[in-house]
């Protein structure tokens, strides 16, 4: 029996909501979207720039700072590679005077220091040097940093460091002196104030003895300085006293030449500076004009931070060993600076790292016989030399010279030539000039500088 069924229970529908959005909900969902929309269309500002880098102008005034005579050494030798004709204006200690230039090249006697200033033509190729009695010296153009190595400040071998002030305006300078355990706290070095046109001397055997060989560093803060060296050796014994101007170097580099080692018979002391934070080690070449290479028994040379040390050469350089070898090539694991003295009882030589030659440089050459040497040569190149004499006639008129890495090449120039040009074409390379008038002497030699950098000087934006 089946029981009655009932009507079947309905079922409800559900109910689709049709009403639309309110206005104020579109509002606030396509307000946000239009607003980034916006800021991704704005660009800001262009902010204007604030500094602008120099221009490049031909070079219209040069100066070089002669410095004080040593004895027998008035010879002052002015040129110009440009081979301009014109006046050049000169400061012989506080006077104001003129020299002429015919034909690039001019002379003068002076026993004081002499300020050269070149204007116009005469500004690109200036040179001068000052020389005489077996001594030479380049005259310094200002810089703001300069470095010399293996000064002395002792009885038996003393320096003394000259800064002279080119301008009207005063100068002032800082002076850091490294010896053999560190910096050396010289109180009577820092902030010097050289007064216009004036100059100031340092005896460092006064105001910082010491037994051990010293490392200085000059950093000019205001004006312009010339800074020169006067290196004085004065043996135990009957032996006189020898004296030389000490070149200056621009910076420590790793890897350095010291174009120039002397002949015959003498003392070679060579005089390494680590001015960094750093132990540093360093490696010796002996350069020839026909290879590089790394003498027997030497051993690397180690040095401490913050500190100078001296290495006998003595060994080294005698014998079938220093036949033909006219550089030492320097290779450390940090930047040093360097310098070689070369002593015999009656005469005294400084060598020291030189800075690379790009392009051109030149020189006013001192008396005697002299001769270029160029090392370190960073590609196969052309060594391209013109010299002449004190008419301005040409004894070298183009004399080309092929030159490779990793060898050093020797140029004899006349004896009566008074102003060397040299090019170097495809290759950069150190070169140096050995002189000989009755005693030795070596002068770095520094890319000429044809341009000067023009700042960009526009009213402030207020």
């Known amino acids: 029996m089946t029981e009655p069924t009932g009507p079947a229970p309905r079922r409800r529908r559900a109910e689709v909501s049709t009403r639309r959005p309110s206005p104020l909900t579109l509002l606030a969902v396509v307000i946000p979207l239009l607003t980034v929309a916006a800021l991704a269309l704005v660009r800001p500002a262009e902010v204007p720039a604030t500094t602008r880098a120099p221009a490049s102008a031909p070079l219209d005034r040069s100066t070089a700072v002669c410095p004080a005579r040593l004895p027998g050494a008035d010879d002052v030798r002015l040129g110009s590679t440009s081979l301009g004709s014109g006046e050049l204006a000169l400061r012989v200690g506080r006077e104001d005077d003129t020299e002429d230039l015919v034909d690039g090249v001019g002379s003068r006697t002076e026993r004081g220091s002499v300020v050269v200033a070149g204007s116009g033509d005469l500004a690109p190729g200036l040179v001068a040097t000052r020389s005489g009695a077996g001594s030479a010296v380049g005259c310094d153009h200002p810089a703001p940093e300069r470095w010399f190595t293996g000064v002395g400040a002792s009885a038996q071998h003393a320096s003394t460091l000259t800064l002279v002030n080119p301008d009207k305006g005063p ?246 030539a008074v102003l060397a040009q040299v090019e170097l074409e495809r290759t950069s390379a150190v070169v140096s000039l050995e002189s000989d008038d009755g005693g030795l002497s070596f002068l770095p030699l520094a890319q000429l500088v044809t341009t000067s950098e023009v700042p960009d000087v526009r009213p402030a934006q207020r």
């Open 171 to 416: 100068a002032v300078a800082d002076v850091t002196v490294w010896d053999g355990s560190g910096l050396v706290d010289v109180p009577a070095l820092r902030g010097i104030r050289v007064p216009g046109a004036r100059s100031v001397s340092f005896d460092l055997s006064e105001v910082a003895p010491s037994r051990d060989a010293l490392a200085v560093r000059v950093q000019v803060s205001r004006g312009r300085l010339g800074s020169g060296v006067v290196d004085v050796v004065d043996p135990l014994g009957r032996d006189r006293p020898v004296r030389e101007w000490l070149p200056a170097q621009d910076a420590p580099a790793a890897t350095s030449y010291v174009a120039g080692v002397g002949t015959g018979a003498a003392d070679r002391t060579l005089t390494l500076a680590n001015p960094g934070d750093d132990e540093v080690r360093v490696e010796l070449r002996l350069v020839s004009e026909e290879s590089e290479f790394a003498p027997s028994g030497f051993e690397e040379v180690t040095l401490a931070p913050a500190s100078v040390t001296e290495v006998d050469l003595g060994g080294v350089l005698r014998g079938r060993t220093a036949v033909g070898v006219q550089a030492l090539r320097l290779d450390a694991t940090g930047p040093v600076t360097a310098a070689l003295r070369v002593r015999t009882p009656r005469d005294l030589a400084l060598s020291v790292a030189g800075p690379v030659v790009g392009t051109e440089t030149g020189v006013a050459l001192p008396a005697g016989s002299k001769r270029l040497l160029v090392a370190g040569a960073t590609a196969p190149g052309v060594v391209v030399l013109r010299a002449w004499d004190e008419d301005g006639t040409a004894v070298v008129r183009e004399r080309r010279v092929e030159v490779d890495p990793a060898t050093a090449a020797r140029l004899r120039l006349p004896d009566e």
